[in-house]
């Protein structure tokens, strides 16, 4: 019997051989049937999971300090794809124990995995296996046969099997074993924490020992399980219910833990809260007091259960005026994500007329865009309202109230992030005609391409990518987002970013919703989701949002209107410098191309008056120019110095329209006269000549002390002007340039008035009078009236001559 055993068994140990080595060799092939799906696996960092390989294998399970329960499974498996969501669950439901407990996977699908699953004798997926504290290099783990696809249950029996440990114990566990009423009296004698919590259970229960390891990173507390079976603690406290919570004090003295539920959840938050009661490693809640010395601004004393509009308003800001300009070119991907997001904006953002009319201006500005990228200049411009859209301005500047810190970098941005679309997806489901995925696209377009923290965008990409197809009413989409907000708080619980005076919690608190919360028939923690839904739409309603420390609107509007006027007046200014530089380098202008100037209204002054009627920009936009030639002084020091040249000032707009007006009615004057060809041959003759004085506005007062000989340009002398003329050739051109400089608007007043006054007089005969002498008039006259009788005369012999040769017709 015992050779035919010893045969049996070593045939059995070969067919075993055998099977593995075939199940090797099948899944070396199907991993090279499957190369896309073994890339890819089925857990990523945003799930608190340890991802192993062949350069961490040896680290984390190998002499390690803290057990680890590790999967293996095959990314191409249907089981393990299914049991993967339960095991992300267990990920974060004991992600509080990590000190003594880490959970790991490895996919043994890759190919640079399949030597590890072979080490460690892998034959089927999905398996567990749990690997104590200080494993040798040759423990090929404690397996998991038969393990429900329970996170209660698989949360037992990682209990079970820390308790099953022996030595060396893992340092970082607590015990677990229960406490005795000795222990207990002797307890303070040698601690010194603050409080000592006290879970009354029968022996079956695993109340106590989960709430152990939960405060397992927090300091001040200690947590000890009694049974039932201590009769004397029992009567001693007057316990009478199994399982609940006592706080026991170093005087004896001990009080009732007041929760919802006797369940671990509720313990184990409300022992996290006690006062004093600190996450190890992290510093102490700041009090108030020093909480509005550490920020840089005054502290604002703020409600907690209601949603301001202040940290809606700072977080537009931050986003279309910090964050978007990180790029300065926006296209592709990144415009149509744009686009959706202002668009999201100006359909549901329950916000301040202003604030809706310039994302209204803003939507319809993006959507009138052809290209396929834009400028993130030519956007800033659009959210600065630089073409002064009436009634419409995003503050400037952050403005921090439910979501300040108490320390300058906590919480801000990230928390008006969040408040923003969850006040978007409420005002969604609220419409209830909208596309129940709306909001959530947007955001999760927006957070990948412009959210500044990529490992934060990183981590909402996996959840979006891994279950928001599931959303499909307008009610989902509020949960949804809800649920991810949990999920990421509870992912960061813990770490340096957290504000200690603000930690992560799992939000409503049962204080906050008392009625979100329940328990399951299994004992364990759940949501009530129409109790939540319910809560959910109550404080992110738009009729909630509390409008205090805000800036007054009129002040935002004043405020972008000086700003826009600066900004104006500095370009003007630069733009007039620039032009002067211009004219120095090109001194010399013909008369022809200044005549051409002065018929095109170009000048910024009058094109500033023309944009903006009205108010008080007109008055002091005619200041501008003098202002920069007062700024100046070297660079029309240097253009008076230039000989034959004297600086050309500008006809205003009127008198340029009138004296267009007139040189085109001078193009249809006779030109085969010989007085106007005589005219036209000397001025030209004069333009040509170095000694021709160019166009100037000074009046005929001014000019009076030069000997001129004046064309006969009518239109020039009735506006008080003087056209192209000959200088006396005894004057020096120097002197000439040294006349007095008159201000443009004087300038342009008397012009205009002049004009006026030439217009009254009659504007007909001005008109008729362009070119002519009083002798090209009469010969006018005398030839019009030979003309006429000329043509009577004719008239009268030719009617004359058919009289004498009609035919007269004789009757029969």
Not at 122 to 136: C, L, V
Not at 416 to 423: I, P
Not at 490 to 505: H, M, Q, T, V
């Given at each position: ?488 708080n509870n992912r960061i619980a813990g770490d340096l970013s957290e504000d200690p005076y603000f930690p992560k919690i ?116 005619s200041d501008i120019k003098d202002k920069a030639f007062e700024q100046t002084p070297r660079t029309n020091a240097k ?106 608007r004087e300038l342009a007043g008397q012009y205009i008035g002049k004009g006026v006054e030439l217009f009254q007089r ?51």
């Amino acid at each position: 019997m015992a050779r035919r055993s010893g045969r049996a068994t070593s045939r059995f140990i070969k067919l075993q051989e055998m099977n593995l080595r075939m199940i090797a060799a099948l899944f070396f092939f199907v991993c090279l049937a499957f190369p896309p799906a073994a890339e890819a696996g089925l857990y990523t960092a945003s799930d608190q999971i340890v991802l192993l390989s062949q350069q961490n294998v040896g680290s984390v399970l190998v002499n390690s300090s803290a057990a680890t329960v590790v999967e293996f499974y095959a990314s191409w498996c249907g089981h393990c794809i299914s049991f993967s969501p339960i095991y992300k669950k267990l990920a974060r439901d004991i992600k509080e124990w990590k000190p003594a407990v880490n959970i790991a996977a490895v996919d043994c699908a890759a190919d640079e995995n399949i030597q590890i699953c072979m080490n460690y004798k892998i034959s089927g997926y999905p398996t567990i296996k749990f690997f104590h504290a200080y494993s040798t290099a040759d423990s090929a783990g404690v397996p998991y046969r038969g393990f429900s696809r329970d996170v209660r249950n698989l949360r037992q029996r990682i209990i079970d099997s820390l308790e099953s440990h022996g030595e060396p114990w893992p340092p970082a566990c607590p015990p677990l074993e229960p406490t005795s009423e000795t222990e207990i009296n002797n307890f303070f004698e040698t601690n010194t924490v603050q409080h000592l919590a006290l879970i009354f259970e029968d022996a079956k229960s695993y109340i106590g020992r989960e709430v152990i390891l939960d405060l397992l990173q927090f300091e001040n507390v200690t947590v000890r399980r009694v049974l039932n079976t201590e009769s004397g603690l029992v009567a001693k406290l007057g316990v009478t219910e199994f399982p609940s919570c006592y706080l026991y004090y170093p005087d004896g003295n001990f009080t009732r833990l007041r929760v919802n539920f006797e369940a671990r959840a509720f313990y184990s938050y409300a022992l996290q809260r006690l006062p004093g009661v600190i996450r190890s490693g992290k510093p102490p809640p700041v009090t108030m007091e020093l909480v509005k010395n550490s920020t840089q601004e005054p502290w604002r004393p703020f409600d907690r259960s209601r949603v301001y509009m202040a940290d809606l308003e700072s977080a537009l800001h931050h986003s279309l005026r910090v964050e978007l300009a990180v790029q300065s070119v926006i296209k592709g991907d990144s415009m149509i994500a744009l686009k959706s997001y202002i668009s999201v904006l100006a359909k549901y953002f329950p916000g301040r007329p202003v604030v809706m009319n310039l994302l209204k201006s803003l939507n319809s500005w993006l959507k009138n865009q052809t290209v396929d990228q834009i400028s993130y200049k030519a956007f800033k411009e659009n959210v600065d309202n630089t073409a002064q859209v009436p009634d419409a301005a995003l503050p400037e500047g952050v403005r921090w109230v439910g979501c300040q810190g108490s320390q300058p970098h906590f919480r801000g941005y990230p928390c008006g992030v969040w408040t923003l679309f969850h006040v978007l997806t409420v005002q969604a489901s609220n419409t209830g005609d909208s596309d129940p995925q709306e909001v959530l696209t947007a955001m999760r377009n927006y957070i990948h391409s412009f959210f500044g923290c990529r490992y934060c965008a990183d981590h909402f990409e996996n959840m979006a990518r891994e279950s928001l197809e599931v959303v499909n009413t307008l009610p989902s989409s509020v949960l949804w987002l809800w649920s991810r907000h949990n999920r990421v708080n509870n992912r960061i619980a813990g770490d340096l970013s957290e504000d200690p005076y603000f930690p992560k919690i799992q939000w409503p608190s049962p204080e906050v919703c008392p009625s979100c919360h329940m328990l399951k028939d299994n004992g364990e923690h759940g949501w009530n989701e129409n109790q939540v839904l319910t809560f959910l739409g109550s404080y992110f309603s738009s009729s909630r949002i509390l409008l205090d420390y805000l800036e007054d609107e009129n002040k935002i509007l004043k405020k972008q209107t000086e700003k826009h006027s600066h900004k104006l007046e500095d370009s003007l200014a630069q733009k007039h410098i620039e032009r002067i530089a211009r004219e120095a380098l090109d001194p010399i202008t013909t008369p022809v191309e200044e005549e051409e100037e002065e018929e095109e209204p170009q000048d910024e002054t009058e094109a500033y008056e023309e944009d903006n009627e009205g108010g008080e920009d007109k008055l002091a936009a005619s200041d501008i120019k003098d202002k920069a030639f007062e700024q100046t002084p070297r660079t029309n020091a240097k253009l008076e110095e230039v000989p034959g040249h004297q600086q050309a000032h500008k006809i205003p707009s009127i008198i340029g329209m009138r004296l267009k007006q007139r040189r085109q009615q001078e193009d249809i004057v006779d030109l085969d006269s010989f007085v106007n060809q005589h005219f036209k041959a000397k001025a030209l003759q004069l333009a040509a000549s170095s000694r021709v004085k160019q166009r100037t506005l000074q009046t005929k007062v001014e000019q009076e002390h030069r000997q001129e000989l004046s064309l006969g340009m009518e239109l020039d002398a009735g506006l008080g002007m003087i056209g192209l003329q000959p200088i006396d050739t005894d004057l020096d051109l120097n002197s000439i340039y040294q006349g007095k400089r008159l201000k443009k608007r004087e300038l342009a007043g008397q012009y205009i008035g002049k004009g006026v006054e030439l217009f009254q007089r009659g504007h007909w005969i001005s008109v008729l009078s362009i070119g002519f002498s009083n002798v090209d008039i009469s010969l006018c006259v005398i030839l019009y009236a030979v003309s006429f009788t000329c043509l009577v005369a004719m008239y009268i012999f030719f009617r004359n001559r058919f009289r004498r040769r009609r035919v007269k017709i004789a009757l029969p």
